[in-house]
């Protein structure tokens, strides 16, 4: 192992020689032969045969940290608690969700925490796939510190969205479903403007995190991690031709201006 200077504890330690930026989990149901992946930028799809990672970023002590969000996370979203989590399909406002309420094995701090690491971790990367998320220092080091002291703060506090691929009926008729065709794309993450807020977007397998770059709005109401409620919205066939319509003109934009970025 190489020793250096830890960007979590910013200890001289060992470093690991592999850690995950996003985590494979999220790829789960993308995997195809030989474990490739497809990603798609403003310009072609290509196949990779592993998700994105770095070396010499972490001593093993804060990657086995953030490795405990990542697992948490994994559990959460593919209900493989041992007692099977109470989720819950639902309509709210005319719009169909999944939400896990009050909930014994939901754990507010580690799923928020799962998504301040992804912020952080997005932005201190080196790797290309990165490269239209990064962030002020202010916001890097306030992401740091809280992942540092497992704090996940309040939930208006860097809150996100999640928006999971439209449902379509079954051809069978036997119901509603995934649409491989909604699921089978991950793009270039990228931050943007709406609003007058500074967003952060991950598209990963058909799934849309959004993640607000904001702690101070305390008005903030409309998000999926709160201490005691998690919801998983589903986007709507509309939603996503238009979501992925704004992000390949938004990256084009960027690239014609060369890069986007936080700051």
């Known amino acids: ?3 250096g200077n830890c960007k979590l504890c910013h200890q001289n330690k060992d470093l690991c020689r592999e850690s995950h930026i996003i985590p494979r989990f999220l790829y789960k149901l993308l995997a195809g032969e030989n474990n490739s992946l497809v990603y798609l930028d ?3 799809a290509r196949m990779r045969f592993n998700s994105e990672y770095e070396a010499d970023i972490l ?6 940290k953030i490795g405990v969000f990542d697992d948490y996370f994994s559990k959460l979203i593919y209900n493989d608690f041992r007692q099977k989590l109470n989720l819950q399909l639902k309509n709210e406002n005319n719009e169909e969700i999944i939400v896990l309420e009050n909930d014994p094995n939901y754990d507010y701090a580690k799923t928020k925490l799962f998504f301040l690491s992804l912020l952080w971790r997005a932005s201190i990367s080196s790797r290309p796939f990165f490269q239209k998320v990064k962030f002020t220092q202010e916001i890097e080091e306030d992401l740091r510190s809280m992942i540092l002291a497992e704090n996940p703060g309040e939930i208006y506090e860097y809150p996100c969205k999640i928006f999971l691929p439209p449902l ?5 008729g036997s119901g509603k479903g995934f649409d491989l065709m909604n699921m089978g794309f991950t793009m270039l993450p990228f931050c943007y403007k709406k609003d007058n807020r500074d967003i952060c977007a991950f598209v990963i397998m058909g799934t849309q995190y959004i993640l607000l770059l ?3 709005d305390q008005n903030m109401t409309s998000f999926s991690v709160t201490k005691n409620r ?3 919205a589903f986007n709507t ?3 996503q031709r238009l979501f992925l319509k704004f992000i390949i003109d938004t990256m084009k934009k960027a690239e014609s201006l060369g890069g986007i970025s936080h700051s």
């Open 168 to 172: 379509t009926e079954n051809p069978d």
């Open 42 to 44: 403003t310009k072609n």
């Open 230 to 232: 998690f919801v998983m």
């Open 1 to 3: 192992m190489k020793k």
């Open 214 to 216: 904001d702690k101070k």
């Open 237 to 239: 066939l509309d939603g």
């Open 59 to 64: 001593c093993q002590e804060c990657e086995g």
